[in-house]
């Protein structure tokens, strides 16, 4: 049976599968793998069960466990990274360039030097690239990040009071709309709305299924459903979607005004909302 591994080259980072071959690992040791950028060193976080390996699958091969050496070497490369990311700063201000440079990093056989910058507009970095290409013996690449990217890097809160999702799980940054929001039954107030990044909160699209789902079994607001049990025929006034729960508003006058609350099974009404959000599939 083949001894698979998953690993992360970043604490945060996407899981990568390795075949660890006859090495013996365990949770949080560190081993050394080839990614497009050449060698890097990876933390292993998962051991795979026979069940969850695909034996039809040709999985990279782990070059070694790390060692000692390789662990220093890592950090040397960090401490260099840290002396190339200020000089890059104070190039780049010298140049009058419009760019934030966020990070900088070795691939392990330090190779290249890779910098990491926002900016919002474009940037012409050709002569800043001849500066640092001067000074370190290495590739140069710069490679510019968007905002939510940017935020990853930093240690903060959501909304929520918890460490935002992209330091702690989030691999992929899926598309977030506004539509989302609305099917939600959430008010459009991008402040409240917004992450930490200025994007919409990633967490929007965590429920977004579940609340597709119930919205097709649901009446709007404003329509008039009927009591299966009493027949008796009212107008919706607020929907719980999440519990399939209905406020219902009866009576014509102030004096006959009152409100009930059913679940979405004991109502019968004429529903458009299927049809609508296929329409709104159609057209995405």
């Not at 918890?162 to 039954?185: N, S, Y």
């Not at 992450?195 to 429920?207: A, H, I, P």
């Not at 097709?216 to 008796?232: A, C, I, T």
């Amino acid at each position: 049976m083949k001894n698979i591994i998953g690993v992360r080259l970043k604490k945060n980072g996407k899981l990568f599968f390795f075949d660890a071959l006859d090495n013996k690992l365990e949770v949080s040791d560190n081993v050394l793998v080839e990614t497009e950028r050449g060698e890097e060193l990876a933390r292993v976080v998962k051991i795979l069960t026979e069940n969850e390996i695909n034996e039809d699958k040709e999985y990279d091969k782990i070059i070694r466990k790390a060692t000692i050496e390789d662990i220093e070497k890592i950090k040397e490369n960090e401490l260099k990274a840290k002396e190339a990311l200020e000089f890059c700063r104070n190039e780049a201000k010298k140049l009058g360039l419009t760019m934030k440079i966020l990070m900088a990093e070795y691939t392990f056989d330090s190779s290249k030097l890779i910098i990491y910058f926002v900016s919002e507009e474009r940037v012409d970095f050709r002569e800043l690239v001849k500066v640092i290409a001067s000074r370190y013996r290495a590739r140069i690449e710069l490679r510019q990040i968007g905002p939510r990217d940017e935020t990853k890097l930093y240690s903060c809160l959501g909304m929520c009071g918890k460490e935002i999702c992209c330091r702690t799980h989030l691999q992929d940054f899926e598309p977030v709309t506004i539509k989302m929001a609305k099917e939600q039954g959430l008010q459009i107030n991008m402040s409240k709305l917004s992450g930490s990044c200025g994007k919409l909160m990633c967490c929007l699209k965590y429920e977004e299924e579940a609340y597709k789902d119930n919205l097709k079994e649901l009446p709007r607001v404003g329509d008039f459903v009927e009591v299966r049990e009493s027949r008796e025929t009212g107008k919706v006034v607020n929907v719980d979607i999440l519990g399939l729960k209905v406020k219902v508003k009866f009576g014509e006058t102030k004096e006959d005004e009152r409100y009930e609350v059913y679940h979405a099974k004991e109502l019968k009404w004429r529903s458009r909302r299927k049809e609508s959000i296929q329409n709104e599939d159609e057209k995405d």
